[in-house]
T-cell receptor
Framework: GEDVEQSLFLSVREGDSSVINCTYT??????LYWYKQEPGAGLQLLTY?????DMKQDQRLTVLLNKKDKHLSLRIADTQTGDSAIYFC????????????FGTGTKLQVIP | DVKVTQSSRYLVKRTGEKVFLECVQD?????MFWYRQDPGLGLRLIYF???????EKGDIPEGYSVSREKKERFSLILESASTNQTSMYLC??????????????FGPGTRLTVL
């Protein structure tokens, strides 16, 4: 199947690090993404990683990719209340029109 | 900035009504998509289009149809709304590219309630 799985909820204290995990299924995925959805809004691309990379860092965000285990994670350092949102991982399938499959989403709650 | 707009933020309809959800993008994107978002299920692709008048079924097309008469506009149609179609509907668009990162740009969503 083409399931992309995430845990549904994560709660962290302001200032701590958050780690959101994702497992995907297509070993030939070219890009893997993290999208953020703030309350009442659509999704917005947060960051992405190309499949030949192990890690990507972008300010407070670190993406780790373990291709052997098909595991993707998003670490947010110094989590702020403005980081409260739903985070979706997604993979792009190769071939055809390049279908993007989204995960179930992880709701991050940041406690002040 | 890319802008994807949806005709309504909130919509309430009755069972059996015909419902139109409109989506417009202003970046000349070839691809347009309709998803529904339900708690615990993430985003599920209903239909997509990669060109004017072209459409392809996604993972859950049953009970829906689409129309793409102009490049910038993609409409989702519920021919006879049912209560199990109560959901958040998200439209997205992207460039047609092979090998590229293929970022999708999303509209704000339409929360549809079918009574």
């Amino acid at each position: 199947g083409e399931d992309v799985e995430q845990s549904l909820f994560l709660s962290v204290r302001e200032g701590d690090s958050s780690v959101i995990n994702c497992t995907y299924t297509d070993s030939s995925s070219t890009y893997l993404y993290w999208y953020k959805q703030e309350p009442g809004a659509g999704l917005q691309l947060l960051t992405y990683i190309f499949s030949n990379m192990d890690m990507k860092q972008d300010q407070r965000l670190t993406v780790l990719l373990n291709k052997k285990d098909k595991h993707l994670s998003l670490r947010i350092a110094d989590t702020q209340t403005g980081d409260s949102a739903i985070y979706f991982c997604a993979e792009i399938m190769t071939g055809g029109y390049q279908k993007v499959t989204f995960g179930t989403g992880t709701k991050l709650q940041v406690i002040p | 900035d890319v802008k994807v707009t949806q005709s309504s933020r909130y919509l309430v309809k009755r069972t059996g009504e015909k419902v139109f959800l409109e989506c417009v993008q202003d970046m000349d994107h070839e691809n347009m998509f309709w998803y529904r978002q339900d708690p615990g299920l993430g985003l599920r692709l209903i239909y997509f289009s990669y060109d004017v008048k072209m459409k392809e079924k996604g993972d859950i097309p049953e009970g829906y149809s689409v129309s793409r008469e102009k490049k910038e506009r993609f409409s989702l149609i519920l021919e006879s709304a049912s209560t199990n179609q109560t959901s958040m509907y998200l439209c997205a668009s992207s460039f047609l590219s092979s090998g590229g990162r293929n970022e999708q740009f999303f509209g704000p969503g339409t929360r549809l309630t079918v009574l």
